[in-house]
């Protein structure tokens, strides 16, 4: 199976920033619609961000409006996630993956050319 990678987690304090960075060894990510998805244990994971393939449209959940920002280096074959202001309810585990088109109502998309989940990376914010 091939997987998304995801990276740059940590904990910080309400007010800080991370970076969350996504990538693939075997993954093109300019073939795809993208997003950044976000899971508390025990319930679902929730979509909060996305980009349009070809980089053109962004979409945000309303809470993290305005604080976090979307982005990919083509070259690096990455797609990053800038997370500025974070507050205790961005605590999280943080994944990246194919998403099914980009704006309100897009989910993931999985399995075969779309890749799998990759194991996440935790965000962890305190008060």
């Known amino acids: 199976q091939v997987h998304w990678v995801e990276s740059g987690g940590g904990s910080v304090q309400a007010g800080g920033s991370l970076r969350l960075s996504c990538t693939s060894s075997?993954?093109?990510?300019?073939?795809?619609?993208m997003g950044w998805f976000r899971q508390v244990r025990g319930k679902w994971r929730d979509p909060v961000s996305c980009i349009s393939s070809n980089g053109v449209s962004t979409h945000y959940i309303d809470s993290v409006k305005g604080r976090f920002t979307i982005s990919r280096d083509m070259v690096k074959n990455t797609l990053y996630l800038q997370m500025d202001s974070l507050q205790p309810n961005d605590t999280a585990m943080y994944y990246c993956?194919?998403?099914?088109?980009?704006?309100?109502?897009?989910?993931?998309?999985?399995?075969?050319?779309?890749?799998?989940w990759g194991q996440g990376t935790q965000v962890t914010v305190s008060s």
């Open positions: 993956g194919a998403s099914n088109g980009c704006g309100p109502r897009s989910g993931v998309r999985l399995g075969g050319e779309f890749g799998n």
């Open positions: 075997r993954l093109t990510l300019a073939n795809y619609d």
